[in-house]
């Protein structure tokens, strides 16, 4: 596709059940981050991957959450026994060129509710 | 890592000037000043971004104090499409590998028919 991809838009789930969210960054960009954003809030930065490079890690606010990529292809968030302030919307973006003149480009998002 | 402050809102009437301010006052000499924009559930796009000089392309100009403690976002002739929160982060260009990208809050604005 022409953009950042992501899956589900929507996902209601209840509390204690595992979720994943998936990310389809656009072809060729060797760098994905994962955003959350709650309800009127800014951008929290969760976890930053950059081609072959360890990952960032350090923005998962537990260890509830984890995330994978495979090569410079798709990645998805893995929350674990849901809470209900897991509930947000999970941004992805990708990015052709790391560092700082590197264009961001966002998907939709994927709105969790955790019931 | 440099924090950058910005209004929570401001409003504008349409089809006028609107800036956008934003300050950063422990900006680095390899930080880049870029911005975002989120429309309504929808995720945050590029606007523009610049280092030392002013900046211009389709959708906006920026424009970066001479010491780059602050900048500001002008969109030249606001429209009903432009109501969105407006994001002002920095990256630094020597700090790849290390990509937290800090949003905040940013600042909505309101376009006023």
């Known amino acids: 596709g022409a953009g950042v991809s992501q899956s589900p838009s929507n996902k209601v789930t209840e509390k204690g059940k595992d979720v994943e969210l998936r990310c389809d960054p656009i072809?060729?960009?060797?760098?994905l981050y994962w955003y959350r954003q709650r309800l009127g809030q800014g951008l929290e930065f969760l976890i930053y991957?950059?081609?072959?490079?360890?990952?960032?890690k350090s923005g998962l606010p537990s260890d509830r959450f984890s995330a994978e990529r495979t090569g410079e292809s798709v990645s998805t968030l893995t929350i674990q026994r849901t809470q209900q302030e897991d509930s947000a919307v999970y941004l992805c973006?990708?990015?052709?060129?790391?560092?700082?003149?590197?264009?961001?480009?966002f998907g939709e998002g994927s709105r969790l509710t955790v019931l | 890592d440099a924090k950058t402050t910005q209004p929570n809102s401001m409003e504008s009437n349409e089809e006028e000037p609107v800036h956008l301010p934003c300050n950063h006052s422990?900006?680095?000499?390899?930080?880049?000043i870029h911005w975002y924009r989120q429309l309504p559930s929808q995720g945050p796009e590029y606007v523009i971004h610049?280092?030392?000089s002013n900046v211009n392309n389709r959708m906006a100009s920026l424009a970066i104090a001479e010491d780059r403690k602050s900048s500001t976002l002008i969109l030249h002739r606001a429209t009903l499409r432009d109501a969105a929160v407006y994001y002002c982060?920095?990256?630094?260009?020597?700090?790849?590998?290390?990509?937290?990208?800090?949003f905040g809050t940013g600042t909505r604005l309101t376009i006023i028919p």
């Open positions: 973006a990708s990015s052709l060129v790391w560092g700082a003149t590197g264009e961001l480009f």
């Open positions: 072809s060729g960009h060797t760098a």
């Open positions: 991957f950059q081609g072959n490079s360890a990952p960032d």
């Open positions: 422990t900006i680095s000499g390899t930080d880049y």
């Open positions: 610049g280092l030392t």
């Open positions: 982060i920095l990256r630094d260009l020597t700090n790849f590998g290390n990509e937290k990208l800090t």
